[in-house]
């Protein structure tokens, strides 16, 4: 087996536009925020209608997409946040980003093709990835082939299922109204996204920090109070 | 954007042990062929049992692979053999090998961790890659996230239907007797591989050419009578 080459050179060929700017806050996995909605912007290499032709029958597809804010040594052994962040599996066992190759795989919903702008560009839903990340390979869901429902899910077996209920103070109610996306859309990704608690592991709730959490080129400040995550504020990044 | 990385160097954590020793016979999605059974055999850097702590509580796994035998250039639009082989698809609507970055997607089925020789190995099975490919990641199979049943799969709606019957000749017969691993085994992996019909493109029952499939070591030759595969012959490839 000796001629096999052991090494793979990839190019990106799409970037997402995502509304997670940071890793703090990215849903841990994809389809836990329908309302995070964004695109892949392919490479002009790849900007060509016809390469897309035939996906408009599939309702999903997959990304296989680099983890490029996790440079650096992987480990073998990580500690998922589903464990609570304090008991440790193989890097094989779990999706973490800390990983050999630092490859990662989401399954998106397709929107549809774009192709109002300059470029050409897939609108997906679902997203769990950070905005900018390069893409290197975008496949049909499958789903006789890839949907498995009996399979065994280890210690991620469900969905995470405790949601916490999202309440906004005056101030941010009033920010969100005048958000060029709308009210409502505004109001779904941060309510979906601060719902699944994006704080690192649990810290209960005497935890009376004041988390931000970079969104769609605003930094949303937030809180635990009384088991609820309420939002404070929701105020422009500067560029 | 421009600071983003948008080329990485991948590097094989294992090879596959496949039954599949050329493109010519191998399924066309993993899932398939259960008695397809192999191993990923893990470089040496990464033959560490705690890298797959945990892993025993799932009873799939994906695996990134790389397509090692469609080097050179990809195409912006293949014709899926799904489709008879005469109709064009946009490549990213197809799971082709001729693809940009040359990645494989694989669901597997499985079967333990396996200490018993050098090294760490994987035992897998439901496996459509081809013996020696480069493995570059393995992940847990997430139903939750990766399961999605009404997901629409376009011109790839349903696993293959059409199944052919497969007869042995009884000198074909006779070799499968005298196989190490049991002629149940052996008989179990040729029917369902060539039960699939892996003829480039449909043919019809005037097609009296005798094929050849390189399976576990043998050369499996076999041609279509009146709609059914018959196994003329089964003779060991000489090294």
Known sequence: MSEIP????????????????EKFGVPRQPG???????WLQMMPEFARPEAFDGLQGFSHIWVIFGFHLCAG???LRVRPPRLGGNREQGVFATRSPFRPNKLGLSVLRFEGLDLSGDG????????DLVDGSPIFDIKPYLPYSDCIPDALGG???SAPENRLRVVFAPEAER???????GAAAARELIVQTLSLDPRPAYRGDADDRVYGTRLQGRDVRWRIRSGQVEVV???P???
Do not use: K, N, T
Not at 120 to 127: D, P
Not at 175 to 181: R, V
């Open 32 to 38: 836990l925020v329908p309302g995070a909605r964004g």
């Open 155 to 157: 210690f991620a077996g």
């Open 73 to 75: 040594q992987h480990r």
């Open 120 to 127: 050409v560009r897939l609108a997906v839903s679902g997203l």
């Open 237 to 239: 990044l500067s560029a």
């Open 233 to 235: 504020e929701i105020v």
């Open 6 to 21: 052991e090494s793979l050179q990839l190019e990106a060929i799409a970037r997402v536009i995502s509304p997670y700017q």
């Open 175 to 181: 920010a969100l109204e005048s958000l060029p996306e």
